[in-house]
T-cell receptor, first 112, second 114 residues
Framework: DGGITQSPKYLFRKEGQNVTLSCEQN?????MYWYRQDPGQGLRLIYY???????QKGDIAEGYSVSREKKESFPLTVTSAQKNPTAFYLC???????????FGPGTRLLVL | KQEVTQIPAALSVPEGENLVLNCSFT??????LQWFRQDPGKGLTSLLL?????REQTSGRLNASLDKSSGRSTLYIAASQPGDSATYLC?????????????FGQGTTLQVKP
């Protein structure tokens, strides 16, 4: 099956803890993206990566970090500096040079 | 700065009704425009993509139009069904280097009553 997978589906974070959300794709896409969605709002871009070992900040990068060591993987770390992490996190990928993005099923992050 | 707005935020209609969802954007320099469907707690499913040079796209009971000069797009759903109940998101693509960045509206939550 080709597609994008995100894990876990639900994630709980304790005060002061860093947590990492997984995103994997087997579509051979060059570009990958992380979005945050809050209730009643559209998606906001956190980070994106056009190619392995390169990534750029999006509109709301503060309190988050990413890595892109492999083409198929783009994990997102929510650090303790992110004071309001409760949200639905969506990962997407796209072929290089195209606007169409394909989305994973999402991870819901909750704070204990 | 590109901004995307969707009106209304929520819509409730009886089954069988034809309906229109609206999307407006402030900068006409877009690469393309996409309409997505999102079911509660799920990811996004792409419904229709309109290239900037196109005026409309159709898929089954769905028809999306694009008017770049006025900064508007509409999603027309014919003969609505309860299974159409979901949130519909509009997004425009603007390119930064080689990367297309999607800028989303807030979405319209549709409820189709049996």
């Amino acid at each position: 099956d080709g597609g994008i997978t995100q894990s876990p589906k639900y994630l709980f974070r304790k005060e002061g803890q860093n947590v990492t959300l997984s995103c994997e794709q087997n579509l051979n896409h060059d570009a990958m993206y992380w979005y945050r969605q809050d209730p009643g709002q559209g998606l906001r871009l956190i980070y994106y990566s056009q190619i392995v070992n390169d990534f750029q900040k999006g509109d709301i990068a503060e309190g988050y970090s990413v890595s892109r060591e492999k083409k198929e993987s783009f994990p997102l770390t929510v650090t303790s500096a992110q004071k309001n992490p409760t949200a639905f996190y969506l990962c997407a990928s796209s072929p290089q040079g195209q606007g169409t993005q394909y989305f994973g099923p999402g991870t819901r992050l909750l704070v204990l | 700065k590109q901004e995307v707005t969707q009106i209304p935020a929520a819509l409730s209609v009886p089954e069988g009704e034809n309906l229109v969802l609206n999307c407006s954007f402030t900068d006409s320099a877009i690469y393309n425009l996409q309409w997505f469907r999102q079911d509660p707690g799920k990811g996004l499913t792409s419904l229709l993509l309109i290239q900037s040079s196109q005026r409309e796209q159709t898929s089954g009971r769905l028809n999306a139009s694009l008017d770049k000069s006025s900064g508007r797009s509409t999603l027309y759903i014919a003969a609505s069904q309860p299974g159409d109940s979901a949130t519909y998101l509009c997004a425009v693509v603007a390119f930064s280097g080689n990367t297309g960045k999607l800028i989303f509206g807030q979405g319209t939550t549709l409820q189709v009553k049996p």
